[in-house]
C-alpha cells in the first residue's frame, strides 16, 4: 500500500509564496517507475491536474501554473515537493499529492489534501 502525507499549506497573500510538500511511503517499485503528480480543487470546481514529474524526472505543468510553479522531488527523502510563488487568488483551492506507476493511466494513489489560500 501507498500513502502519501501532504503539508506546507496555508494563508498568504498574492505575490506571495509557499512550498507544498508530499511524503511517499510504502510503494513496492523503484521511484523509476512511480510517477508523481500535484492536483487541485477549489469550491465548486472540479480536480485539475497542475504539475507532474516522471520517473525519469521529467515535467509536465498545467497551463494555469506553468511558469509560476516548480514540481520536483527528492528520491533520497521519498518527497514531491511544489514551490508555488507569484500566487494568485484564483490559486486558492486544497492541493493533493499523488503516485501511479508510470505504466498505469490513471493516479491510483492520493493524499488527504492541505488548503492553500490566497488573499488579495
Known amino acids: 500500500q501507498v500513502e502519501l502525507v501532504e503539508s506546507g499549506g496555508g494563508s498568504v497573500q498574492a505575490g506571495g509564496s509557499l512550498r507544498l510538500s508530499c511524503t511517499v511511503s510504502g510503494y513496492l517499485y523503484t521511484t523509476t517507475h512511480m510517477c508523481l503528480g500535484w492536483f487541485r480543487q477549489a469550491p465548486g470546481n472540479g480536480r485539475e491536474g497542475i504539475a507532474a514529474?516522471?520517473?525519469?524526472?521529467?515535467?509536465t505543468y498545467a497551463d494555469s501554473v506553468r511558469g509560476r510553479f516548480t514540481i520536483s522531488k527528492d528520491s533520497a527523502k521519498n518527497t514531491l515537493y511544489l514551490q508555488m510563488d507569484s500566487l494568485k487568488p484564483s490559486d486558492t483551492a486544497m492541493y493533493y499529492c499523488?503516485?501511479?506507476?508510470?505504466?498505469?493511466?490513471?493516479?491510483?494513489?492520493w493524499g488527504q489534501g492541505t488548503q492553500v489560500t490566497v488573499s488579495s
Open positions: 499523488a503516485a501511479r506507476r508510470c505504466s498505469a493511466v490513471t493516479f491510483d494513489y
Open positions: 514529474v516522471g520517473g525519469d524526472g521529467g515535467t
